[in-house]
Every structure is written in C-alpha cells, then in structure tokens.
C-alpha cells in the first residue's frame, strides 16, 4: 500500500483544513487507518483512527470534538477534518496504515505517507 497525503497548509487560529490521504492497492478496504503528528523537536504522535470499515473512530484528547477521520473505501482515501485549529496544532501530519485493527502506537503501522505540513498562526 501506497500512501499520499495532501492538504496541508498555513491557516490563522480558529481556522479550518482537511487533509486528504489517498491509498493505491486494491486492498484499501482491509486496513485500518490512522492520522499521526510530529512537531519540531518532538516525538510523533497519535491524532486519529478510523476501521477498516469506517464504524469506528478514536481520537487523541487533544482533538476530541474538533477533528474528524472519515474514509472513503470506494475512493481509497482516508480524510482529516480539522476545525477550531490552534498554534499548537502545527506539525507535520502523517497518514498510515494497518491491516487488521487501529492502533495508537506508530510503530503498529505497516505503511506511512510522506507526512503534510499544517501550520497555524496565532
């Protein structure tokens, strides 16, 4: 699985973006999917999961009620809404991807886009 991630970019505080991760292979569908953030000088982290099916979706705290993960099997993408950004959501965020069950660890996922960076002014 092949994976792309678009739809970074800079935005004021309050703002909104959605990222977009779009994934080749037929098999889209088997993987779970998960959104992670790394900023400078720091570790990458958990932001979002979504089921393989879409059914289900978990979040980090620092996003609850202001991010969405949706996924699109038909269009073999998985989406990021980001509503009420703040400063310290600026980061670069990746896409990812594992077969079977989401997870909260990084190193669970098989397959990682090349990371979009989102940047939000105060």
């Known amino acids: 699985v092949q994976l792309q991630a678009c739809g970074g970019g800079l935005v004021q505080a309050g703002g909104s973006l959605r990222l977009s991760c779009a994934a080749s292979?037929?098999?889209?569908?088997?993987?779970?999917m998960g959104w992670f953030r790394q900023a400078p000088g720091k570790e990458r982290e958990f932001v979002a999961a979504?089921?393989?099916?879409?059914?289900?979706?978990y979040y980090a705290d620092s996003v609850k009620g202001r991010f969405t993960i949706s996924r699109d099997n038909a269009k073999n993408t998985v989406y990021l809404q980001m509503n009420s950004l703040k400063p310290e959501d600026t980061a670069v965020y990746y896409c990812?991807?594992?077969?079977?069950?989401?997870?909260?660890?990084?190193?669970?996922?098989?397959?990682w886009g090349q990371g979009t960076q989102v940047t939000v002014s105060s």
């Open positions: 292979g037929r098999t889209f569908s088997s993987y779970a």
């Open positions: 990812a991807a594992v077969r079977g069950n989401w997870y909260e660890g990084a190193p669970l996922y098989d397959y």
């Open positions: 979504i089921s393989w099916s879409g059914g289900s979706t």
